[in-house]
């Protein structure tokens, strides 16, 4: 694990980003996929800003239960859209939303839940939104995302090139789907906090894939002029390099954020906290891997298009062939040197043994001629 963690830190690791980008292709579109289904078939949950309507809000009363609160709306002529409890212990609230009303509607029902309740007048919020509000805010947020869109294309387009601008923008927008379509799966309110917490999470994303195309953007330079790696390898390695730092940015960046959902949903309840939290939350998470998974591959797949990359491609390859069957060739010789080596050996341990056999079989002649001989002299003297 400590090996594990001083590679990332130093950027060593060898992932295949790159290698294995059609699995994550396939992931993100089944993704994809279900937040599209339920965007178009379950939608989403309008809040007031956008829908319309009016909304009482007022400090829960020991008197009545929220279902009696409801009825009591419902009774004053009022079509009522949702009817909740917010925060914890003894700051509970009772939220009810309703359709628009006519003139008077709104007071008139102010009065009834006051007497009920045993609360004063002025301690019952009333707030009536026209819908023509939520579609002015929803046509300048969307103004704004193109402009925002436009600019950043622009932007990476001068900065970089045109093809990691496509690649950033296309990140961009997996990252708005997805956290658009978490809010139709969940059923939160759509809320101009969540507008705002959509533009900020598309700051993040564009950061985290910046800095990997910066990385990218270093390690192929003059690659053209070689023939050591491929694009892809290359752009491979600026992901590995850049790792740790958007594992850094992402965990230091989830986490605050991440209290604050749980922290808002668990125990402030349905509030502006809350539609925040989960956009910057979601968003946080899918930039993070966008940057990482999508975006780079995403960049990989257009230049590796271009000819001048493809034929770099054929280079790279063409030179390694050349150096395994140089290496296999190499090692065919070696072989037959150490067998040749190994053959030369053996005769000559074959000479030094018969040699040693005709000195032995020589100094043993010799042992018994002499002691012929002795025997010989010892007859004569007699």
């Known amino acids: 694990m400590m090996g594990l963690m001083r590679r990332l830190y130093r950027g060593e690791t060898n992932i295949d980003f790159i290698g294995t980008r059609k699995r994550w292709y396939i992931a993100s579109v089944i993704i994809a996929l279900v937040c599209i289904g339920s965007m178009a078939f ?44 917010a925060g914890q212990g ?6 009810i939303k309703t359709a628009d009303l006519a003139d008077g509607t709104a007071d008139s029902i102010k009065n009834s839940l006051a007497d009920e309740t045993g609360l004063k007048a002025n301690e019952i919020t009333v707030n009536s939104v026209s819908s023509s509000w939520g579609e002015q805010v929803t046509k300048q947020g969307l103004i704004a995302l193109a402009a925002f869109l436009v600019l950043v ?5 001068i900065r970089f090139e045109q093809k ?4 950033a923008i296309g990140a961009l927008l997996h990252d708005l789907l997805l956290t658009a379509g978490a ?11 969540t507008v705002i917490g959509l533009l900020t999470i598309l700051g993040f994303s564009l950061y985290d894939t910046v800095v990997v195309f910066d990385k990218v953007d270093e390690n192929t330079k003059g690659l053209l002029n070689s023939s050591k790696s491929t694009y892809a390898e290359a752009a491979n390695l600026a992901v590995n390099q850049s790792l740790m730092r958007a594992i850094n940015t992402s965990l230091i960046s989830l986490l605050p954020v991440g209290a604050l959902l749980f922290v808002g949903a668990g125990l402030l309840g349905v509030g502006t906290l809350k539609d925040l939290a989960l956009v910057l939350f979601v968003g946080l998470a899918a930039g993070a891997y ?24 054929k280079r790279v390859l063409a030179r390694r062939a050349q150096r395994a069957e140089d290496a296999e060739v190499s090692e065919a010789d070696e072989d037959a040197e150490e067998g040749e ?15 040693r056999d005709r000195a032995s079989e020589t100094s043993d002649g010799g042992a018994r001629r002499g002691k012929h001989g002795r025997t010989g002299s010892r007859k004569r003297g007699r």
Do not use: C, N
């Not at 009363?61 to 279902?67: A, V």
């Not at 003894?90 to 939220?95: A, E, K, P, V």
């Not at 809010?183 to 906090?193: D, K, Q």
């Open 164 to 167: 990691m601008a496509i690649a």
């Open 90 to 95: 003894g700051d509970q609230r009772f939220i």
């Open 341 to 355: 080596f190994a053959g030369v050996g053996g005769r000559s341990r074959d000479a030094e043994k018969a040699a």
């Open 42 to 85: 379950r939608g989403f949950e309008w809040g007031i800003e956008f829908a319309g309507g009016t909304q009482f809000v007022f400090d829960k009363p020991s008197s009545i239960s929220l279902d009696e609160a409801e009825k009591l709306v419902e009774d004053g002529g009022a079509e009522v859209q949702s009817a909740q409890v």
């Open 290 to 313: 966008s940057s990482l998974f999508l975006a780079t591959p995403w960049l990989v797949d257009l230049k590796e298009r271009e000819p001048r990359y493809k034929a770099l491609r």
């Open 153 to 157: 294309s622009i932007y990476i387009a």
């Open 183 to 193: 809010y139709s799966l969940i059923g939160f309110e759509v809320t101009p906090s």
